[in-house]
């Protein structure tokens, strides 16, 4: 059963990431916006952890029906970054799903709505670049300073060199594991690196 323009229902997501900040300006302004108080989602967590990490808007997430309307106070409220929030709006407008953001004076259900999913298309497309430019740019860097980037080992290259000693000579290598404190997974690169 879909629901009817008069059926719509507007809800709100606040989210704050530390114990200093407070949600009562958010609340307040989407009060002020019309959001019913009873139906604004609010929540302490990091805005590094992804949408689906974040209990309170996965559970308003699947409350959300077709025709209804999220609203935020900012972008930055929803998502991750910005290829996290343009999936996420992506996928409530895939079900009928407005978002407004009120920072912005942006309603995704309205004419500018195409506009707006372009715009984070290109914000996000944007983001990946700069992230991409900046990894390539510190690569580069530390191999002028001869080193080589990627995770660091977890064991010396002499410890590695034992490992391999240890595992031809038919200690296991749970025992090896235990031994130098590391996961199975780290003794197999060791061996199978052939840094001996």
Sequence with gaps: LHKGVCEMTIYGYARVSTDDQKHDGQIDEMIAAGVPADRIVSEKVSGGVMASARPGLSGLLDRLAEGDTLTVTK?????????????????????????????????????????????????????????????????????????VGGRRHALSPSARAEVVT?????????????????????VYRSIASGEV
Aim: hydrophobic share 40%; net charge positive; no cysteine.
């Design 166 to 186: 240890a595992y031809q000579a038919g200690e296991p290598v749970a025992a090896i594991a235990r031994r130098y404190k590391v996961d199975r997974a780290t």
């Design 75 to 147: 972008l930055d409220r929803l998502g991750r970054d910005a290829p996290d929030t343009l999936g996420l709006i992506r996928d409530l407008r895939a079900r009928g799903v407005g978002v407004r953001i009120l920072g912005l004076g942006a309603d995704t259900t309205g004419p500018a709505g195409n506009l707006i999913l372009g715009v984070l298309a290109s914000v996000a497309e944007w983001e990946r670049s700069v992230i991409s430019e900046r990894t390539k740019d510190g690569l580069a860097a530390a191999r002028r300073r001869g080193r």
